[in-house]
Structure formats: structure tokens, C-alpha cells
């Protein structure tokens, strides 16, 4: 088995959002280096979308990517992340997701990777308590997803 990769968008993949042809939602558009490394990640683990952009973009990123597997998507109420007042507004959505697939028996993955630029202690806390091997990853939100986090998740996944 593979981790699941629990991936962030804005601040972490970064794409640049072009303006719709028909007046629609704007497109994602990621550059040749972002695409590369979530191949890479995708090779790791299944990919998981931690996002609140539609699905609509999110089908536009995984057309760029043509990843052999299917991206799973993690619901979050914008809402509740607007009123959380936690240090990382999507832990309780995301562990109350995985909790979920776990009851449901399509948890199909021995431990979690999660990409994110606004995970706090809180997210810390939760990782050193959870069941399964976690590792936690926070770029830069002005850099977004680089190499070194790539490389971590790659050693992350030998060693488990």
C-alpha cells in the first residue's frame, strides 16, 4: 500500500487562473515544474484535493496532470473553515473525512502525507496521535510546492 497525499491548491501548487473563453469560472493553469512534481507525488501515493476551488477547476488541473489514478476530492464546508478559528481551519474537515473512509473500508492507503502552507500546531498534534504514519509538509506560500518537499515525501515513503 501507498499514503494517501492530502494536496492543497492556493499556496502550495499556485496555478495561475486565466480568464474563462465563455464567461465561465476562470482555469487553472500550472507550469511545466508544478506538473512534474505532483507526477512525482502522484508516483508516492494517491493524491487527495484539500481545496475549496470547485470541481470544475480541479477537473481543469487533473486534465494538465493525466495522472493514472483519479484524484480523490476532501469536502470542505467554507463556511465552517471560515468560522473554525483553528490554527489549521481544514483539520477537523479532513480528519472527520478520513475517519469517514476509514468506517467505509476505502481507506485504501498506511499512512497520510498532507501538503498544505496554513497547517499549525493543532495539525502537528494531530499527526503525532493519529494511527497511521504521518508527515506533514508546509511550503512557503510565495514559493509554493518545490523539490525539497517532493524529496521529503519520496524518504517519507521509503522509510514506511
Known sequence: MKPLILLDIDGVLNPTARAATTGGEPRLVLSAARVALVRRLARCGRIAWVSTWPAEQTAGLEAQLQLDEQPLRVPLPVKALNESGAATPKLRPV??????????????????????DVLGPDARDWASQ??????????APARGLMDVHVVAVEVFVEDN
Open 130 to 139: 493519529y494511527g497511521s504514519p504521518v508527515l506533514l509538509e508546509k511550503p
Open 95 to 116: 480528519s472527520r473525512w478520513l475517519a469517514r473512509m476509514e468506517l467505509l473500508g476505502d481507506a485504501d492507503w498506511d499512512s497520510v502525507v498532507w501538503i498544505d
